[in-house]
């Protein structure tokens, strides 16, 4: 019963502050909608640079193409090949596409047309996928002209498809990262202020004289940051799920389990934070320590298996390693329980690591 004192005075100390209700809810509702919309890898509205040198029928066809597609929001055309430098240096646009002024001529007696597409590598990512998006409509056109002209051409088409998110849509693949990465941040916050605030407060030596054991000490500090962070989770769920049309198709209790699994070994190292800082401010400047190279290395940002060999073996130490597979699993490919439960024990072996270290630096501190 002292316990659940310990958990409800711990709750009501975070809910009851504006200031602390209000960076646990609404921050993390708006990284979810920047992080949705605004980061994404998907290219829409670009604007590319056009030389066309050749005016003949097959050129200005090509170039309909390039005008019709909703991938290019504005088509800036160039009127020679002097212009071409100025507009990919001044970042006038992302791409320059120019059709050899032989182009129609050469299509027209059986050869090859040259369309040559310039890119600003300074965007390296950016402009692969356009210089992807503009091959593939070279080719299609590419097709066309062939089967119109009946010009034999190989028989091996290549046809793609692509599994779990078949319109490669990049929401579909951000929403359950945001998923574990906030719930871990939110659980981080609330975990890493408890004992720092009650330091910084003047509470902490009452906390110690009371009839709570350091048991119970350490689970009152744990189990709110769990809750919260699960609480967390759950929202960005539903707002990912009802509101932004990401499908869930996996078992909501598999993922209500990881969840748990998850927050609690992210509640360790929040509890390990807080006992290492004097201040809040300094468990807020740990956390961000924390998150920053976590979310890095995780698979967020980038794969796994591009990163360097060396470097790989640190991420199994990583609660949201596990995390991000289970949840684009669970969203999108309705794994097994088996498979979750492969990635689950991993956490409950680092829930159990952090969880100890917190409670013997916890105890060393207090003597």
């Not at 409509?137 to 046809?159: E, G, L, S």
Request: net charge positive; charged share 15%; with cysteine.
């Amino acid at each position: 019963m002292r316990v659940f004192k310990l958990i409800w005075k711990e709750l009501l100390i975070v809910l009851k502050d504006p200031r602390s209700r209000i960076s646990i809810i609404l921050p993390p509702i708006i990284q979810l909608v920047i992080f949705a919309y605004a980061a994404t890898l998907d290219v829409k509205n670009a604007t590319i640079g056009v030389l066309n040198r050749d005016n003949g029928e097959q050129a200005i066809e090509l170039l309909q193409r390039f005008i019709g597609s909703p991938l290019f929001k504005n088509i800036v055309y160039l009127r020679a090949v002097e212009e071409i430098p100025s507009f990919l240096d001044e970042q006038k646009g992302l791409m320059v596409v120019s059709i050899d002024e032989q182009f129609s001529r050469n299509l027209d007696a059986g050869k090859k047309g040259a369309v040559q597409l310039l890119c600003d590598g300074r965007k390296s990512n950016t402009t692969q996928l356009l210089s992807g998006y503009a091959t593939e409509i070279v080719q299609d056109y590419n097709r066309d002209y062939t089967a119109k002209a009946r010009i034999k051409q190989q028989n091996a088409v290549i046809v793609p498809r692509t599994w779990f998110n078949p319109n490669i849509i990049y929401l579909w693949y951000n929403i359950p990262c945001l998923v574990g990465t906030l719930s871990m941040l939110t659980c981080l916050v609330v975990t890493s202020q408890s004992v720092a605030r009650e330091r910084e407060m003047g509470t902490f030596d009452q906390l110690l004289v009371s009839p709570l054991s350091l048991i119970e000490i350490l689970v009152g500090k744990i189990v709110p940051g769990i809750l919260i962070g699960a609480g967390e989770g759950i929202l960005m769920w539903t707002a990912g799920t009802l509101f932004l049309g990401v499908p869930f198709t996996g078992s909501i209790v598999l993922f209500l389990l990881s969840l748990a699994v998850f927050v609690t070994a992210i509640s360790g190292v929040g509890l390990f934070i807080s006992s290492l800082s004097a201040t809040q401010q300094q468990a807020m400047l740990g956390t961000f320590v924390f998150m920053l190279p976590s979310v890095l290395l995780a698979g967020y940002a980038t794969p796994i298996e591009n990163m360097p060999h060396w470097l790989q073996p640190f991420t199994f130490l990583l609660p949201l390693r596990y995390m991000l597979i289970l949840c684009k699993g669970l969203f999108l490919k309705n794994i097994s329980a088996a498979f979750v439960f492969d990635q689950l024990w991993p956490m409950a072996l680092i829930a159990c690591g952090t969880l100890t270290l917190a409670t013997l630096y916890f105890r060393r501190r207090i003597q």
